[in-house]
């Protein structure tokens, strides 16, 4: 994930960048949702590592890490996935004990292992702190 922007304030290693519009999508489950604004005329902003020096006023190209953007799309679309396919397989198990109920049962423990897994990405999602990093400063000329 990559955004352009503006470099409002620093605070030693760290640097306060607003940038526009990122996303279409209001996703309040995403781990990374902060980084989307939810009108493309909105302004926002976000903190963010600043290994380059950038200054205040300099436009800058900031990224968030491919390990940390694997991550958060695992906990958001992985994690509840995962209880989708636990669920439909212990109602699998558990259904071979009640004959004539077996379809209930599967989709009952689909769907609660579903929700469970949403429950896991929401409680781990509001920990979860992904850090976007300033790779360049950007010269006055140079777009993006």
Do not use: H, W
Not at 28 to 50: M, Q, S, T
Not at 70 to 85: D, R, S
Not at 122 to 144: D, Q
């Amino acid at each position: 994930m990559e955004k352009i922007g503006t470099v409002l304030r620093t605070m030693g290693e760290r640097a306060t960048v607003q940038v526009g519009y990122q996303s279409s999508t209001d996703c309040k489950v995403c781990p990374i949702g902060y980084l989307c604004a939810l009108n493309r005329c909105e302004l926002f902003e976000f903190e963010a590592l600043n290994p380059q020096g950038a200054k205040v006023g300099d436009r800058v190209r900031i990224e968030l890490g491919t390990a940390k953007s694997l991550a958060a799309y695992g906990l958001a679309y992985g994690v509840p996935m995962i209880g989708l396919i636990v669920g439909a397989i212990v109602g699998a198990a558990i259904a071979g004990y009640y004959d004539g109920y077996e379809t209930p049962i599967v989709a009952a423990f689909t769907l609660l292992g579903t929700g469970a897994g949403f429950a896991i990405t929401l409680l781990k999602g509001r920990k979860f702190k992904a850090t976007p990093v300033i790779t360049a400063v950007l010269r006055p000329a140079e777009k993006s």
